[in-house]
């Protein structure tokens, strides 16, 4: 079984920086596109940044410019730096990954638990 741990929330002032990280333990599956969600108070769940296998990036119009993916696939691990941070980022941040057992036909979407960032102003 598959699990998506996230880290690096908390309460940073508006204008401030944070990062976050997300590692998927277990071993024996392929990691294919990850990214980064949140959800804030009374909105839908929505996306903020994805990332492939490969590298290719994409970024909500919100964060463009002020965030940054990564990966490690040596690691199994999914970062986000955000910078210049609003008080409208405030959300809980989920973690998802699409992953892959040896057996599997196809990917399977994965989520973490969820970490909370609040920007205050």
């Known amino acids: 079984q598959v699990q998506l741990v996230e880290s690096g929330g908390g309460l940073v002032q508006a204008g401030g920086s944070l990062g976050l990280s997300c590692a998927a333990s277990?071993?024996?599956?392929?990691?294919?596109?990850m990214g980064w969600y949140r959800q804030a108070p009374g909105k839908q769940r929505e996306m903020v940044a994805t990332?492939?296998?490969?590298?290719?990036?994409n970024y909500a119009d919100s964060v463009q410019g002020r965030s940054t993916i990564s990966r490690d696939n040596a690691k199994k691990t999914v970062y986000l730096e955000m910078n210049n941070l609003k008080p409208e980022d405030t959300a809980v941040y989920y973690c998802?990954?699409?992953?892959?057992?040896?057996?599997?036909?196809?990917?399977?979407?994965?989520w973490g638990q969820g970490t909370q960032v609040t920007v205050s102003s």
């Open positions: 998802n990954a699409y992953v892959q057992g040896p057996y599997a036909t196809r990917p399977v979407e994965y």
């Open positions: 277990g071993s024996g599956f392929s990691i294919y596109d």
């Open positions: 990332i492939t296998r490969g590298g290719w990036t």
